[in-house]
T-cell receptor, first 115, second 114 residues
Framework: AQSVAQPEDQVNVAEGNPLTVKCTYSVSGNPYLFWYVQYPNRGLQFLLKYITGDNLVKGSYGFEAEFNKSQTSFHLKKPSALVSDSALYFCAVKDTTSGTYKYIFGTGTRLKVLA | NAGVTQTPKFQVLKTGQSMTLQCAQDMNHEYMSWYRQDPGMGLRLIHYSVGAGITDQGEVPNGYNVSRSTTEDFPLRLLSAAPSQTSVYFC?????????????FGPGTRLTVT
């Protein structure tokens, strides 16, 4: 079965420090991977995606993610965290099983950036 | 563009009542989907559609019905609400083919079933 895992419920980081939010995946075939962010009482917003190509993907708001095929990981990173980055982050994978269009989301990681 | 819109924003139902959550998009997206968000569970796919007249089940379809008569609208029906359906519901849309594949989410409907 295809799945994603976000092993940390919450990540705390000081403002100005680099941040990493972890995601690992399990898919058959080539993975289509995504990161979304959810601010309080809002819908999810797309940050970035990996389809193919460079392992380092750049996205919105200064975020980037590193695809690592051998470790089946797609960790979200940012060199310098802002207090405004505090939110709930979701990793997702598109089910590549033939004939389906399902997206599978992780359980989310709450990022708290401390001033 | 309004993007993805959902109504109502909040709803309280009694057990056994029925209702329809509305979702509309004005981006001419083929793909539309419904998710529910519960604490510690992330987002779980309820139903999705890849075009008018075509729907399929997701991970947690029981207790919910959908139909897709137009490209723009994708309503979610609860026929007999249960307390286990208390959740926040999100509708999303995207192109179903090609490079983008990113989903656009609506603002959500917070449903409480008593």
């Amino acid at each position: 079965a295809q799945s994603v895992a976000q092993p940390e419920d919450q990540v705390n980081v000081a403002e100005g420090n680099p941040l990493t939010v972890k995601c690992t995946y399990s898919v058959s075939g080539n993975p289509y991977l995504f990161w979304y962010v959810q601010y309080p009482n809002r819908g999810l917003q797309f940050l970035l995606k990996y389809i193919t190509g460079d392992n380092l993907v750049k996205g919105s708001y200064g975020f980037e993610a590193e695809f690592n095929k051998s470790q089946t990981s797609f960790h979200l990173k940012k060199p310098s965290a802002l207090v405004s980055d505090s939110a709930l982050y979701f990793c997702a994978v598109k089910d590549t099983t033939s004939g389906t269009y399902k997206y599978i989301f992780g359980t989310g990681t709450r990022l708290k950036v401390l001033a | 563009n309004a993007g993805v819109t959902q109504t109502p924003k909040f709803q309280v139902l009694k057990t056994g009542q029925s209702m329809t959550l509305q979702c509309a998009q004005d981006m001419n997206h083929e793909y539309m989907s419904w998710y529910r968000q519960d604490p510690g569970m992330g987002l779980r796919l309820i139903h999705y559609s890849v075009g008018a007249g075509i729907t399929d089940q997701g991970e947690v379809p029981n207790g919910y019905n959908v139909s897709r008569s137009t490209t723009e609208d994708f309503p979610l029906r609860l026929l007999s609400a249960a307390p286990s359906q208390t959740s926040v519901y999100f509708c999303a849309s995207s192109y179903s083919q090609g490079s983008p594949l990113k989903q656009y989410f609506g603002p959500g409907t917070r449903l409480t079933v008593t």
